[in-house]
Every structure is written in C-alpha cells, then in structure tokens.
C-alpha cells in the first residue's frame, strides 16, 4: 500500500512538473475563442518546441500552431467559424505534448458577435453572419506602448467615438514625435551595448519572444473588440533608426515573428494583418522580401483575415497578389480629386481603404495640418466613390511630449473624429455599400441600391439643385421613368439631416439623366459640405 501511495504520488508531482492539460472550455460561441494549456518545463529553448493540433468538425478541418506562453505553459487556441462539436488531436516533437486529444461544442453566437469581417462583393465589407461592416477607423501607431493610465484613456476615448477601427503597430516606434520608451518589449533582452552616438542600447535574445509584451497586447486588441473596434495591425515598420533594432530583424527571425504572432493572435476574430506601415521606408528590407513576408502571414493563418500591405506616398505594390485581401494606400491624391477615388476600384478590383490621406491638426509638416473641416471633407470624397479613408489626428501644443492621439492615443482635440461617427451612421442607414452611379461622367452621385442616392457636393456653395439623377446605376438596375423620391439634406459638418418638403417624380431620360416631371429645384443652404440622401418612395 505504501508502495502504490509513494507511486502515485510521483506521477501527481511529474504530471504538475512537466506536462499538464488544463481544462478547457466545453462550449464555445462560434467566432470566440477556444484555447488549450498545457505545461511542459522545457530543458531548451522552449520557443523551439514544435506543436500543432488539427481540429474537425463534421465537415471542416483546421491545422493551427500552438506556441510557448512562458511560465512552462504552452497553448493552442482556435476560433471555430461552424456551430456543431469540434474534437482536436495535438501534434509536438515533444512526447509529453503530442497526441493530446479532446473535444467542445461550439454554440451559437451572442448578438453582439457578428464574427470576423471579410471581403464581400468585391468592394467591399461584411461580417461572418452577413451584417455589412463599414470601415470607419482612425490611427493610434503607439498606443499600446504608452503608460498603462494613457491607454486606459485611449480606450475610453476609442468608446465614445463612432470608429470601429484602429492602426496600432506591434512594434513600438521612434520617432521625433514619439520617444517614450515602453515599460515592456517583444523581445527577451540580454543586456546593454554602446549604440549610435555613443548611447547605450538594449540588446535582445532574438530567440525568446517576451510572453508578456503579447499578453499585454492581447488584452487591449480584446477590449477593442469589446468595443466593436477593428484591430488592424501594423506587423513591421521603419519607425526604429536603430534604437531597438526591430526593423532590421534578419529574415528567419521575421518569419519565426509571423508564425508566433499568428499562432497567438489569428483567433482573435477582431484582428487585420497590415503586413507594414510605409514599407518602401524600410532600408532593410527589399521589395521580395516584402512580398515573401506576405506570402508567408498567408500561408501561417488558417482564417485569412483581411490583410494588406501599406506604402510611404503614393507608393504602390502588387495589390491584385493573392495575399492582400483589400489595398492600403497612403495617397490623398485620388481624395482631393472629384472622380478619382474610384478609379483604383476599377483597377485593382478590390475594395479600397485609403489608410492616410493626411491628418487633422496643426502641425508644421503639411501631411499633419489638416483643418477639420478637410479631414471630414475627404472622409467623404471617399466614400462617395465607394472608398474608404481612415481619419487621423495629430495636435501638438506644447512640444513632442504631447499626447498626439495619431502616434500615442489619449483624448481627441480636434473636430472631425465626431463627423467620422455621424458618416458610419449614414454608411450604415443605406440599404448597401455606395459605388459610383455614374464613375466617368458624374462624379458627385453613388447608387447604394435601385432606390438609394447620396448627392455630395463639397466644397460647392449652391442656392439650389435641380432633382436630377444619372439613368446610369452602378451595378444596379438602371432608373426608369415614373418613380417617386423623397430628399433629405445632409449637412455633413453640423451633423444634421433636413427633410425636403414635398415629393420628386422622374420624367423621361434626357441626355443621360431623368429630371423631375415639373423642373422641381431644391433651394439650399448655401453653405459647403452639404449632401443629399435621395429615396425612393414605396409601393
């Protein structure tokens, strides 16, 4: 008996010691999480340990990596995208963690979980349960590498604005505007050496990711999606002039980076791949090399979240590969140009988010001096060509310690963030995604179905407008003689809609375009950055 007892004993403390399965959930609602834990004290470097687990349903099947999570515990997590019971069987070149097998159900989601977003009728956006997403975002690059009390306040600030996405870089960023060092690093350090100008700088186990900067991480990417908010991360950057040597990693330890990011973030249904911010910027990296990275966060993501690559200025890469799910561009030009947002729809054929235009503030360079005015102005340039451009702010009062919400979050100053809100809000009333009505000949009009105009004009003062709508309707029916509308007047900038008094019928096609019956006129207010939303009116 003392025999068995010492004996059992023994296998509880080398089960505790070297490997563990925690207990994993039963249920999982369809788009969350399931995660697997389990404990297994490496006599190595633990990052080298191999370990997958394929999981199936009755007629799916996912092969995801697991990854080390320090403190001798090791996970899987997977989100399951089909209700129904999955079972999971692990694979490891470790004996203690291979061939651990098991299973949950997945259950139907909450309301408020509409899934991960994809790309829907080529242009543009859904989520997984068929709800139309609009991507209304703003920029934050370093957020998460601010003070915990400074997040907190992005978080709240992020909470009460209309946006339901963000640009925040993993990596964190050195720039003459952002020069707080972050409390936590992706990397494990080993210690100091002289660095440029004869300052010190840390030095890295390029080996050991840190467990706990990407925890940190996860746990802020989890409270945007709380919040509804897209995270769309910026993978690599050239934000680092060599003050931590993040940009200029060799190749294998990007492509270890890639596999461990997405091992640990790709259930995270809230999460995008920006594969880089300016790119071309980056002078260690070439341009093949930019595209195997591409290439290689493809391959390592069993859920294809969206995913694209972003340039300095009007700089292009090969956006029709099939690694880029969406194109984003930093390129006010089409924007600030009646008809030219929508011609890069027509070239690449997919949808557009131009990720910077400019931003709102007040500062010396001319791509942060934007009045709120122009920031709100091209929010809608794009959208009226059934584009998408992401808002940013960048006050600076006092000197580069400021909290300038385009690089380190904080409060929003400026006055645009609120008209982006009330923009997602028409977006969102439509029936559908705008397009161009008529993209070569009238540039001011979008289709959002057979019975759904937004007229948008500007910067244009008028006294009135004749009713008149283009025969042509986008990929829509073409308008026909004898329908009623009702108009509304946006005013963009006072965040106001008017009801037009009366009804407008179309008359025969005139040249391309049907009038009213009468000649009706619609006075306005003859102020700038007005829109008309034009219905049909029911049966």
């Not at 493809?298 to 590969?321: F, N, V």
């Not at 791509?367 to 809608?380: A, K």
């Not at 509308?485 to 391309?512: C, S």
Request: with cysteine.
């Amino acid at each position: 008996m003392k025999r068995r007892f010492k004996t059992l004993i023994l296998l509880i403390i080398w089960s505790s010691l070297c490997c563990t399965i925690s207990l994993a959930q039963e249920k999982v609602q369809q788009w969350n999480r399931f995660e697997l834990a389990l404990k297994y004290s490496s006599q190595g470097n633990a990052f080298d340990v191999r370990l997958t687990a394929k999981f199936t349903s009755k007629d799916s099947s996912y092969i995801v990596n697991g990854f080390y999570d320090g403190d001798n515990k090791f996970k899987i997590r997977f989100m399951p995208e089909k209700t129904g019971e999955w079972h999971y069987i692990t694979s490891s070149n470790v004996r203690q963690l291979n061939n651990q097998k098991g299973a949950f159900e997945c259950v139907p989601a909450a309301a408020s979980n509409h899934g991960i977003v994809r790309v829907s009728n080529t242009y543009s956006f859904k989520y997984a349960d068929g709800k139309q997403y609009y991507p209304v975002g703003t920029t934050a690059y370093a957020w998460t590498h601010m003070g915990k009390a400074l997040q907190a306040i992005t978080l709240q600030s992020l909470k009460q604005s209309g946006f339901n996405k963000v640009r925040m870089c993993v990596f964190p960023k050195d720039y003459n505007l952002v020069k707080e060092e972050p409390e936590i690093y992706p990397f494990v350090a080993t210690g100091m050496e002289n660095g440029a100008e004869g300052k010190e700088k840390k030095t890295w186990d390029l080996g050991k990711f840190n467990p706990a900067f990407f925890q940190a991480l996860e746990n802020q990417i989890d409270e945007l999606n709380s919040m509804g908010i897209e995270a769309d991360l910026i993978l690599f950057h050239p934000y680092d002039k060599g003050r931590w040597g993040f940009d200029s990693l060799p190749m294998d330890v990007n492509f270890k980076y890639i596999q461990y990011i997405i091992a640990r973030l790709g259930s995270f249904r809230n999460v995008w791949w920006s594969i880089a911010n300016e790119w071309d910027l980056v002078k260690y990296k070439t341009h093949d090399e930019w595209i195997a990275l591409s290439k290689a966060v493809a391959e390592a993501d069993p859920y294809h979240h969206l995913t694209s690559i972003h340039g300095s200025t009007a700089k292009y890469i090969e956006y029709w590969l099939p690694y880029y799910t969406h194109v984003s561009i930093q390129d006010e030009g089409p924007v600030l140009n009646w008809g030219a947002a929508v011609i890069l729809r027509n070239a690449y054929y997919k949808p557009i988010i131009y990720d910077e235009v400019g931003y709102e503030g007040n500062l010396a360079s001319r791509w942060g001096r934007y009045s709120g005015e122009e920031m709100t102005y091209l929010m809608w340039m794009g959208a009226i060509g059934g584009t998408y451009v992401t808002h940013g702010e960048s006050y600076m009062f006092k000197d580069a310690t400021d909290t300038i919400f385009w690089a380190k979050g904080g409060t929003f100053k400026g006055s645009s963030w609120k008209r982006a809100g009330f923009l997602r809000k028409i977006l969102e009333e439509a029936p559908g995604p705008l397009e161009a009505s008529d993209g070569s000949r009238d540039f001011k009009t979008a289709s959002a179905d057979n019975g759904h105009f937004i007229v948008y004009f500007g910067k244009e003062m008028n006294e009135y407008w004749y009713f008149n709508l283009p025969q042509k309707n986008g990929s829509f029916s073409r308008l026909i003689p004898g329908k009623q509308y009702r108009v509304e007047i946006i005013d963009t900038w006072d965040m106001t809609v008017t009801k037009v008094a009366g009804t407008f019928e179309t008359a025969p096609v005139e040249d391309y375009r049907l009038y009213d019956t009468e000649r009706k006129k619609i006075r306005l207010p003859m102020k700038p950055y007005l829109a008309l939303r034009i219905t049909e009116i029911g049966e």
